[in-house]
């Protein structure tokens, strides 16, 4: 199977007081730039770094890893859009399927994107997520068949994978990532995210 990796790095962080949420760092490494290495190391089909707000910056950052570099125009209208820009720049790909993944969840890794591609081959499922915890809802990382395709392209608003995995629940299997509920849209939780991964540095050690 031949599948693409969405990477949604579009926003303008307006909840960090504009800071790029993107170029956040913990030990050295930029959320941007952890993301696009995990998609690139899992070698399942190309990688698509939907850009927007802060674009030249954010680009810089990942400038030297193969990926596509789509600027969304229309980034403030919502995640709908740079879905559809990412969908577009495949366009001329052959893909059996999609992953759509955002920046801001500091602990998705190359092996949880590998999870939900099993899971896909173990269960025939159009769609896989994430289940964010035993009582959490299901999210992103999700992987698409590509039939769903169209679905994205007629989405608008601020509106994204989760709706899709809603309304075609039948066709959905899910993998449990209780950190997927870990993300960074305060400074507070950037704050617990960098001590955290000193921690767990220290223990490495």
């Given at each position: ?5 969405i990477?949604?790095a ?6 960090l007081g504009g ?19 995990a998609?690139v190391s899992?070698?399942?089909?190309p ?18 890893l193969?990926l596509?570099?789509p ?20 366009s ?19 092996e ?14 159009g ?33 994204g994978?989760r ?8 066709d ?7 950190l ?6 305060t ?15 220290q223990?490495?050690?």
């Amino acid at each position: 199977m031949r599948i693409a990796t969405i990477i949604l790095a579009a926003g303008s962080s307006s909840r960090l007081g504009g800071e790029p949420k993107q170029l956040l760092t913990a030990n050295g490494t930029t959320l941007v730039r952890r993301i696009a290495e995990a998609a690139v190391s899992l070698q399942a089909g190309p990688v698509v770094a939907v850009l927007g707000a802060n674009s030249e910056r954010i680009q810089a950052e990942i400038s030297n890893l193969p990926l596509y570099y789509p600027i969304n125009p229309n980034w403030a209208e919502g995640m709908a859009s740079s879905l559809q820009v990412g969908l577009t720049a495949l366009s001329d790909e052959p893909l059996d399927a999609f992953l759509v993944v955002l920046t801001d969840q500091p602990y998705v890794t190359t092996e949880l994107l590998q999870q939900l591609i099993t899971a896909r081959h173990e269960t025939g499922r159009g769609i896989v997520a994430c289940r964010y915890g035993e009582s959490g809802h299901l999210g992103v990382p999700a992987l698409f068949d590509i039939r769903y395709q169209s679905e994205f392209m007629r989405l608008t608003g601020d509106v994204g994978a989760r709706k899709l995995i809603r309304m075609y629940a039948n066709d959905c299997a899910e993998i449990p990532f209780p950190l997927a509920a870990i993300d960074l849209d305060t400074w507070q939780d950037v704050d617990a995210w960098r001590e955290a991964e000193r921690d767990k540095q220290q223990t490495e050690k």
